[in-house]
């Protein structure tokens, strides 16, 4: 299906990792993939209690949210997840909604079910910002598990910005260059 889940990871609204993923989401108006946001902060789901339940079906056994988010991943063609860096990887909040796609890894690998229709290719690309000062390093855990992820997920990793030094709330918002380039990588990922 020719859509695009932009997953907001920020536990904050309107936190700089939101703001960068609304400018990347401003270069992929004139494509044809429709948008449908997913703030992980507004939505009702708990964390992956490994009961092993999913082994056996497939399926995972929680009743929350996440089943409908389930079935936009199995079935969307672009996925782009935005989140800060906290102490060198996601915040909890979306740690703990990757960490509930291990069905995924689950259907992939141990029940050998593809996740990935015949003829579709699926793409992802991960945004994060973080208030270290330094360099790409800090952004290495972040790009690991989303990897991860998205292979168990059916998704090629095809891309990433990533933006030290960004640390107060509304700071992105001062930054054109930023925006430029977001946008721009943007209409690159649906084009």
């Given amino acids: ?60 056994s929680l009743d929350d949210d996440l089943k409908t988010i389930y079935k936009k991943i199995r079935h969307y063609e672009r996925i782009v997840i935005s989140c800060p860096v906290f102490f060198l990887g996601p915040p909890a909040l979306t740690k703990a909604f990757i960490d509930r796609l291990q069905v995924f890894w689950v259907r992939k690998h141990m029940l050998g079910i593809n996740p990935v229709p ?25 790009r690991s598990i989303v990897k991860a992820v998205y292979t168990a997920c059916g998704y090629s990793y095809t891309g990433e910005l990533f933006y030290p030094s960004i640390d107060r709330f509304g700071e992105l918002k001062k930054r054109s260059d930023i925006r430029e380039e977001a946008v721009l990588a943007g209409r690159d990922f649906v084009s």
């Fill in 118 to 142: 015949e003829g579709v290719q699926k793409k992802g690309f991960l945004l994060s910002v973080c208030g270290f000062k330094g360099h790409e390093k800090m952004f290495s855990c972040n």
């Fill in 1 to 60: 299906m020719k859509k695009l889940l932009a997953v907001y990871g920020s536990p904050r609204k309107g936190g700089n990792s939101s703001v960068l993923l609304d400018y990347f989401l401003e270069g992929t108006k004139a494509s044809i993939y429709p948008v449908e946001r997913v703030y992980l902060r507004d939505i009702n789901f708990s964390f992956c209690v490994e009961c092993g339940r999913c082994e056996k079906t497939g399926i995972c």
